[in-house]
């Protein structure tokens, strides 16, 4: 299932050409907290690392609407338990170079 989360990830975080006129060119990682409670819903989302540039809001965002991909732990008794992530996001933003002709890729 991680790499199902790998793809929701990739395909829910893709900033926009707006986003992308406003924010500096950069390295800007968002970590975020869940829980992954009984029935493999997620819950308790919180930002821990925000960047800045709303990134931790859309990675909370995206997160909040992840249904259907965790299952919740269970332990040696048969009991399902809490279990606590920490995802960190990297998000790249890579300068343009109007100079440079638009085929043209580095």
């Not at 800045?52 to 809001?57: F, I, P």
């Not at 008794?77 to 606590?84: A, F, I, L, P």
């Amino acid at each position: 299932y991680l790499e199902i989360w790998k793809i929701y990830l990739s395909d829910s975080l893709v900033l926009d050409d707006a986003s992308l006129d406003t924010i500096a060119a950069g390295r800007y990682t968002v970590i975020i907290q869940f829980e992954v409670v009984k029935n493999g819903q997620l819950d308790n989302i919180s930002i821990l690392k925000e960047p800045g540039y709303g990134l931790g809001e859309r990675v909370k965002k995206a997160i909040s609407n992840c249904q259907g991909i965790w299952k919740p732990v269970i332990n040696e008794k048969g009991q399902v338990t809490r279990n606590y992530r920490k995802q960190p996001i990297t998000f790249v933003v890579e300068e343009i170079c109007e100079e440079l002709p638009a085929a043209l890729t580095l």
